[in-house]
């Protein structure tokens, strides 16, 4: 096998393994109907099918990306892909909504390890520049994708098969990239003394801290903002960070995430505006489903095809972003996406009862989807431009724990304030008009946070670039 032969493989591989942990963070969105008729979820801890995933997928991943470095990044991609398996032939029989959550948490687990091992790998197998910009815009694409095809394979496999079948469906596509990932990829050295050091207390500190304030930030619709009861639980989810910080600062040898790494500007502000990215974008894909569903009447796999115009404007843009970033820097393509983002939600605010799918969700679905594909390429450029080769595995780790943290936060965040404003009017005007009210205070809320981004990312990235580059010249 010639070593481009070898390189492409690789690159598919990781491709369709991001393509496949990424599905599974949307994929669930679709079911959500019948995953709570099926199972007797309420409409307050439905979330917890996304966030049990998204949560320990977040928590872990730094853990997953010091893995890949350290251990070796095929053997961590492999027993990744394993564990993502296994979670997922558990959550495709569950008889319960507590076996289907835990099982979404394992899955998140799995899917923690593969994520970064897979950009790791395309960080050391292709060259800083414009070929690793080209595989990382495909790497890109493709989570893209992941994101907007969950959709419509979940409509198909929901109504045509059933609900389960969104999740054993991971079992034999993981074992044959898995296979084929052992006989392509080439095991590297490492050293047996590096093996032990892990900062397992930081992974569980920072994980346990997500859960706590996820879980006071939902139980404000039974007890409220400013009770004692969701007080001391967000309170205990902050201090469990901030352990999680002490931690990486002052305790451990070998940190998950060194603070030291925050020193690059570039690393900084990407993950600042991946955050908020994650907070505006993971909600839109939950909310949107749901209102296609419950308001419009849309059945499974209509909702899925509904998203088609997503996937395609995805795809697109994607690829349009990574060449931009060649030309223009990852920056004002980065600013251009986060802007889109925040128009589409924006508009998303004007859903109605009695509105349509081309008159209401067609427009913004396309705008949140253009702003994703223009923005996921170059934050993942931003992210990882000028860290060293060792650590490609801690700042690939970082930026999609960033992106994870904040849309498990910004899911917990927008489904509170929908629950509590549908709950609000409830009563007083008819049941689709208050979900619908409900769900417009949520886009609105996600639109604030993508504007939070959009300016980060002009401050953090955009000027500070500019002036190195009028400086150079001057120089």
Request: net charge positive.
């Amino acid at each position: 096998m010639t070593e481009d032969r070898r390189r492409s493989l690789i690159l598919a591989l990781c491709c369709l393994a991001q393509f496949m942990v990424i599905l599974d963070v949307s994929i669930v969105n679709v079911a959500l109907p019948s995953i709570q008729a099926d199972l007797g979820f309420s409409d307050a801890d439905l979330q917890w099918v996304v966030n049990g995933y998204t949560l320990t997928f977040a928590g872990f991943l730094l853990l997953g990306g010091r893995a890949a470095d350290l251990i070796g990044r095929r053997e961590v991609f492999v027993a990744g892909l394993s564990l993502f398996g296994v979670a997922s032939l558990i959550g495709g029989v569950a008889q319960g909504s507590g076996m289907l959550v835990a099982a979404r948490a394992v899955q998140g687990l799995g899917g923690a390890v593969v994520a970064p091992a897979t950009l790791s790998i395309l960080a050391t197998t292709f060259t800083e520049g414009a070929e690793r910009n080209r595989a990382l815009g495909l790497w890109g694409a493709m989570g893209g994708v992941g994101g907007a095809t969950g959709a419509l394979l979940g409509g198909i496999l929901t109504e045509s098969l059933s609900w389960r079948w969104i999740l054993l469906i991971n079992v034999p596509v993981g074992l044959a990239v898995g296979v084929a990932a052992l006989r392509v990829m080439v095991p590297r050295s490492v050293n047996p003394a590096a093996r032990r050091r892990f900062d397992a207390a930081g992974a569980v500190a920072v994980t346990a801290g997500l859960v706590v304030l996820t879980y006071g930030i939902v139980g404000t619709e039974q007890h409220g903002w400013g009770s004692g009861y969701t007080l001391g639980i967000v309170g205990a989810g902050v201090a469990l960070l901030a352990v999680f910080l002490v931690i990486e600062g002052r305790l451990a040898t070998a940190p998950l995430m060194p603070l030291r790494i925050f020193g690059s500007r570039p690393v900084t502000g990407a993950n600042v505006v991946v955050l908020c990215m994650g907070g505006s974008s993971f909600a839109m894909w939950y909310f949107v489903s749901l209102y296609l569903q419950r308001v419009l009447g849309y059945s499974p796999i209509r909702a899925g095809l509904a998203f088609l115009p997503m996937t395609a404007s995805i795809v697109l843009c994607s690829q349009l972003a990574s060449r931009l970033t060649n030309r223009l820097g990852p920056g004002p393509v980065l600013a251009a996406g986060m802007a889109s983002i925040t128009l589409g939600m924006l508009l998303f605010t004007g859903v109605s009862a009695d509105g349509t799918y081309v008159g209401d969700v067609l427009a913004p679905s396309i705008l949140c989807a253009a702003g994703i594909g223009f923005s996921f390429v170059p934050v993942t450029i931003a992210a990882t431009t000028g860290v060293a080769r060792a650590e490609s595995g801690l700042a690939s780790g970082l930026v999609n724990t960033f992106r994870q943290v904040g849309g498990s936060l910004g899911l917990a965040l927008l489904a509170t304030f929908a629950t509590q404003r549908t709950a609000h009017v409830a009563g007083t005007v008819p049941h689709l008009t208050a979900l619908t009210d409900g769900y417009q205070r949520a886009f609105g809320v996600g639109a604030g946070i993508g504007a939070v981004g959009a300016v980060a990312c002009v401050l953090l990235l955009v000027l500070p670039a500019r002036r190195l580059r009028a400086a150079t010249a001057t120089a």
